[in-house]
């Protein structure tokens, strides 16, 4: 299933949805949010994030039915200016299956500046700060 310009589903993440939701062993629950420069349009196979820059846990926040994963990137995080356009949601620090994948217009992160980026995993990504 795709949604809207530049976002999809995984296969394998709505896969793992349906794993954590009826208690399968060994089913992990999606923690970790990253973001990275890929630009090629996600589909429903994504893998991984074209090109990561960075991956750790975000935080949860609920408005009823409303999600919304928020990253904080820490100062210092990249090396030189970095135009953010991609973002996944994913139960795992390393490797992991990732449940979405969006592409976006580029987000600057300054080399020395941090960012934090939320992702509504049934909506879109957006810079907050």
Not at 77 to 106: K, M, Q, W, Y
Request: aromatic share 8%; net charge neutral.
């Amino acid at each position: 299933m795709t949604i809207g310009p530049g976002f999809a589903y995984t296969l394998l993440g709505q896969a793992e949805v349906a794993k954590n939701a009826f208690g399968v062993a060994g089913a992990l629950p999606f923690t970790e949010m990253g973001i990275g420069t890929g630009t090629t349009k996600p589909t429903n196979a994504d893998a991984a994030l074209e090109a990561e820059i960075f991956r750790a846990p975000f935080v949860l926040t609920r408005n009823g039915a409303n999600l919304t994963c928020s990253l904080t990137v820490p100062q210092g995080t990249v090396s030189v200016d970095t135009p953010i356009t991609e973002f996944v949601i994913v139960n795992a620090h390393s490797n992991g299956v990732i449940l979405c994948r969006e592409v976006r217009s580029p987000v600057i992160i300054g080399a020395s500046t941090g960012a934090i980026f939320e992702m509504k995993p049934f909506f879109s990504a957006r810079v907050v700060a």
